[in-house]
Nanobody, 112 residues
Framework: QVQLVESGGGLVQAGGSLRLSCLAS????????MGWYRQAPGKERELVAR????GRTTYAKDRFIISRDSGVNTVHLQMNGLKSEDTAVYYC?????????WGQGTQVTVSS
């Protein structure tokens, strides 16, 4: 059974940085892709960044960097230059064979 557990969220001042981590219960290289989404109050969930099995990355936010450490089955999201509009619950996502898996989410709050 695939489980994704996020960590690293919290409260940060505008302009600051945070690093989110997503620990998977299985070998992350088995996934077709892994990524980060976020959902702010009253808004739809949106893609932040994604990395596919081959290591290709896709970004919706240019201040963020996604990386992976297959040795510990973890995907990271480095967030820099945070703004108040980045406040949201951030979710880890994984896809394999058209099956989608989600973590429970971690809250990121940016104070102005």
């Amino acid at each position: 059974q695939v489980q994704l557990v996020e960590s690293g969220g919290g409260l940060v001042q505008a302009g600051g940085s945070l690093r989110l981590s997503c620990l998977a219960s299985v070998n992350i290289l088995n996934f077709d892709s892994m990524g980060w989404y976020r959902q702010a109050p009253g808004k739809e969930r949106e893609l932040v960044a994604r990395i596919n099995a081959g290591g290709r990355t896709t970004y919706a936010k240019d201040r963020f960097i996604i990386s992976r450490d297959s040795g510990v089955n973890t995907v990271h999201l480095q967030m820099n230059g945070l703004k108040s509009e980045d406040t949201a619950v951030y979710y880890c996502h994984a896809n394999i064979a058209s099956r989608n898996y989600w973590g429970q989410g971690t809250q990121v709050t940016v104070s102005s």
